[in-house]
């Protein structure tokens, strides 16, 4: 193995072995209270899902493959930014077909926090991911600092997100089917 293409990545096993950690029990968590809820009759369609929902598992996933590719003990830094690079630019990707989702769906109307959270800052996200692994073998040490506060950022979206979800339900966004008149 080239010593010079793995020396950036050693200082940053720690950071990844914890946020890859982090999100895969909130991963986890995640269809815990999904099933946990099944009982529940949703108010709102599977595009409301797809717009709002699945997005969250997908910014978890992200972090966590994130944090494998980083770990994995890599021959070149190029195959690194390689690899990364695909990440990045399938995330750009799913969020503009996440933007579309939010836009078809009619159950919920978006607001500007929703925006941000659900829609901009994840592909902000993405394309700082793409953008970092396009320059990780000219610029090792600030590339990896990007990567590493993309996958902070994406797993602090996740969070927001788990959360905004959980508190859509608590406040009555679901409701338990009602029983047919006899």
Known sequence: MEEGARLPLVGWQNFYVIIG??????T???????????????????????AFGTPTIVHFCGVLLVSAVISAPWLRLS???????????AGVVYGVV???????????RPVLE?????????LIAYALLLIAAVLLQSYPQRALFVIG???????FIGI????????YIAVGGLQKPKKPKA
């Open 28 to 50: 986890g968590l995640q269809f815990v209270v999904i099933a946990l809820i099944t009982e529940i009759r949703v108010r709102s369609s599977s595009r409301q899902i797809d």
């Open 98 to 108: 996440t933007v579309r989702r939010a836009r078809l769906q009619k159950g919920y």
């Open 114 to 122: 929703d925006w941000l959270w659900h829609a901009i800052f994840p």
């Open 160 to 167: 927001h997100n788990a959360w905004d979800t959980v508190t």
């Open 149 to 155: 506060a993309t996958a902070l950022l994406l797993l």
């Open 21 to 26: 950690s982090s999100a895969a029990a909130l």
């Open 79 to 89: 195959s690194v930014g390689l690899a990364l690079g695909v990440c990045g630019a």
